[in-house]
């Protein structure tokens, strides 16, 4: 076989057989197909998308290309959840207890942020002594002992996915939605559980501008699910504004807790709500999602998903008082103001804006592996919908030193959008895809 004839076959909108992409991915994986010979065929597929027989193999390949975890010796259905990324996200510390709490195992494997999207792994490395490190052991024996455990993705999951991502961030070539599907999917169908509810994002925030293309996706990823025997559902949810009020690990956390405590903003309650209802039909511990919801509900109101919170960060090494005392998380030394400069209603905040702002006050990483200053970031005083007077406080920017939180405070100010109408209130629950 050969990489040029492969490349020209996409190239001119052909479709490319089972042989040929094992054959790219193998070579990829292992070296011996260049990276210039991948770009190139990443941007034919970007331009000549793929067919659903294509996107299926394609995904396969990729879980192929590393290990596979066996979670078959703990009893019950157990359940990930994913996010297709955003800002002010910190859903999965929120619903993941919550689904724990009403006794679905989940198992899940979380990713750092890269770009303005944060990632779960850095906001629990905010709390003190927190493991994100665990063995394939560790993360199976904890997930059958308490029924929850988060941890970051080894290196063997889904080699060929982490090559191939690496080179899309430096070509052009992330918004492909094949790509997007098989990058997703080859890492859940490799984490070895029997559902998956997958969190579509779509906004100024996510990578799906809009709700039909966050739907197309969302069903592509759940048909891939479901052709290779897992269970799998989705909820589109809205990305225009950021999650929640704080965006940065450390804050993320403190809002989390405090959204298991009952005091977290309405958003992100409903969503981690709605999802952690999700995961507890699909994982078949409720007959319906309308009882999925109000058992979730519940056990947000009675403490006992908080108490499951606790216990995981117990058993990952972490200082369990954060739930007592969020402040030990301590805040960036230095603070700027966003104001408003008239009077009026917030008729939109820019998530990607905010998300980019609140990279630069060291939140987020510019590349892999630049190290993260766990307590930086911006705290939202408005949001869509939000009266305001010219002057008011519309949000706050933490830094290491002034200069950065000033910075980082003019470029979050551009987010903000005042008008003299309220807008109409948008939900953040758009849809939700299940059988
Ligand atoms: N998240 C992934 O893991 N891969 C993508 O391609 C996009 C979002």
């Known amino acids: ?113 890269l770009g303005f999207t944060g990632g779960t792994i850095d906001k629990l490395e905010s709390i003190p002594g927190m493991r994100t490190n665990l063995s394939v052991e560790q993360f199976v024996n904890q997930v059958r002992e308490i029924g929850i455990a988060v941890t ?31 990058s997703i999917m080859s890492k859940k169908l490799a984490a070895g559980t029997d559902a ?114 606790r216990q995981m960060i117990l058993y990952q090494n972490g200082d369990d008082s954060v739930i007592d005392d969020p402040s030990i998380l301590g805040i960036a030394a230095a603070s700027a103001n966003v104001r408003a400069g008239l009077d009026g209603y917030v008729t939109a905040v820019d998530a990607l804006r905010i998300g980019n702002a609140s990279r630069h006050t060291g939140a987020g990483r510019e590349e892999k592996g630049d190290a993260i200053d766990e307590t930086a970031g911006i705290v939202l005083k408005k949001k869509v919908g939000s009266e305001v007077k010219k002057d008011d406080v519309l949000a706050v920017v933490y830094a290491a030193d002034h200069e950065k939180a000033r910075a980082a405070a003019q470029e979050a100010a551009a987010a903000f959008a005042i008008g003299p109408e309220k807008p109409a209130a948008s939900n953040i629950v758009k849809d939700i895809i299940a059988e």
């Open 196 to 309: 998956i509810v997958l969190d579509v994002k779509c906004g100024r925030g996510a990578f799906m501008r809009n709700q039909e293309a966050a739907d197309f996706l969302a069903r592509l990823m759940i048909s891939i699910a479901r052709e290779n025997g897992k269970k799998a559902a989705a909820i589109i949810s809205g990305m225009d504004e950021p999650l929640g009020y704080a965006v940065g690990n450390s804050l993320e956390v403190a809002e989390a807790i405090d959204t298991l405590k009952g005091n977290g903003p309405a958003d992100l309650t409903k969503l981690s709500i709605s999802i952690a209802g999700l995961m507890a039909y699909e994982g078949e511990k409720v007959s319906s999602l309308e009882e999925g919801v109000e058992k979730a509900q519940e056990v947000l109101a009675d403490g006992t998903a908080l108490l499951k919170l």
């Open 1 to 113: 076989m050969d990489m040029v004839d492969i490349i020209q076959k996409k190239r001119d909108g052909g479709e490319l057989t089972d042989e040929e992409i094992t054959y790219v991915i193998k070579g990829f994986t292992a070296g011996n197909i260049p990276d210039y010979q991948m770009s190139a065929l990443l941007m034919a597929i970007l331009f000549r998308n793929m067919t659903r027989r294509e996107i299926f193999s394609l995904t396969r390949a990729m879980r192929d290309s590393g290990d596979t975890i066996d979670l078959s010796v703990i009893p019950g259905i157990k359940v990930d959840k994913h996010s297709s990324g955003g800002v002010g996200d910190k859903t999965t510390l929120v619903a993941a207890p919550v689904a724990a709490a009403l006794g679905v195992p989940v198992a899940k494997m979380s990713g750092r942020g």
């Open 152 to 182: 970051g993705q080894t290196g063997k999951i889904a080699p060929a996915d982490k090559k191939i991502y690496a080179l899309r961030d430096v070509t052009g070539t992330v918004d492909s939605i094949p790509l997007i599907a098989s």
